[in-house]
């Protein structure tokens, strides 16, 4: 999973989050940074029963009165949502290899654009995935800014 700074990072650069089932996310300045949340269509909890650990189901929570706007949160993007992020933010650009190795101790991912060769080292395949997002996002905030 991304840090919240990668995460943000990344929303503040314009990647839009279309929420789903099994999508993680943080509330930042609240308190929580420290906390993932996932989306879910049932409650379950992990309680203790009979001494053992056990998930127990529950009904739906339409008497629930909390909520947040997801403007208000941050996405925490798994590793195959970054990799098609990567893909959908480059589907009019001529994309000539984008490739993910283990390198030693940290995830090196590549990117041929054009004959422009982006490496990314990071310790985790989707830390590498998501700084090749960022500098993505950031490069066509500059295009559209200079247009």
């Not at 706007?69 to 798994?78: G, K, S």
């Not at 993505?136 to 295009?143: H, P, T, V």
Request: hydrophobic residues 45%; contains cysteine.
């Amino acid at each position: 999973m991304i840090s919240l700074l990668l995460a943000n990072n990344l929303k503040q650069a314009g990647l839009v989050w279309r929420a789903g089932v099994n999508d993680f996310f943080a509330i930042p300045d609240r308190g929580m940074d420290d906390r993932v949340f996932v989306l879910s269509d049932l409650m379950a909890n992990l309680e203790i029963l009979r001494g053992w650990p056990a998930v127990t189901f529950h009904g739906t929570a339409e008497w629930a009165q909390d909520y947040i706007l997801t403007a208000e949160v941050v996405w925490l993007p798994r590793e195959e949502q970054l990799r098609q992020a990567i893909l959908d933010t480059l589907q009019d650009e001529r994309l000539e290899s984008l490739q993910l190795n283990f390198a030693g101790q940290n995830y090196r991912c590549t990117l041929v654009l054009d004959g422009e060769t982006v490496v990314v080292d990071a310790p985790s395949a989707s830390a590498a995935y998501g700084q090749v997002l960022l500098r993505l996002l950031k490069r066509r905030s500059q295009e559209q800014a200079g247009s």
